[in-house]
Nanobody, 119 residues
Framework: QLQLVESGGGLVQPGGSLRLSCAAS????????MAWYRQAPGNQRELVAG???????IYTDSVKGRFTISRDNAKNTVYLRMNSLQPSDTAVYYC?????????????WGQGTQVTVSS
């Protein structure tokens, strides 16, 4: 079973930037879609961004133009570059993968990485 380990979160001021990393325990080359999700306190987990092997991407509306997802199949790693962070971006961020963009995640969830945006 694929294991996913997220890192790179932290406390940042509004307007700041972070880059999250998701390291997979084995090759992600045959996983068509990798994605980042987030869950804020009291809310359900939501899809933030996804990327296919071919480089097609999707983003939830609230992060378009601010976040960039990418994947490095040779390193079995998925990244999320987050710019112009807002307090509403505060959440635990998780990654997962599946057969299609926006589809159901297919693997166990990792521990996630906490992102807190506050002055």
């Amino acid at each position: 079973q694929l294991q996913l380990v997220e890192s790179g979160g932290g406390l940042v001021q509004p307007g700041g930037s972070l880059r999250l990393s998701c390291a997979a325990s084995r090759s992600i080359f045959n996983i068509n879609a990798m994605a980042w999700y987030r869950q804020a306190p009291g809310n359900q987990r939501e899809l933030v961004a996804g990327v296919t092997i071919g480089g097609r991407t999707i983003y939830t509306d609230s992060v378009k133009g601010r976040f960039t997802i990418s994947r490095d199949n040779a390193k079995n790693t998925v990244y999320l570059r987050m710019n112009s962070l807002q307090p509403s971006d505060t959440a635990v961020y998780y990654c997962n993968g599946g057969g299609s963009l926006g589809g159901s995640p297919g693997f166990n969830w990792g521990q996630g990485t906490q992102v807190t945006v506050s002055s």
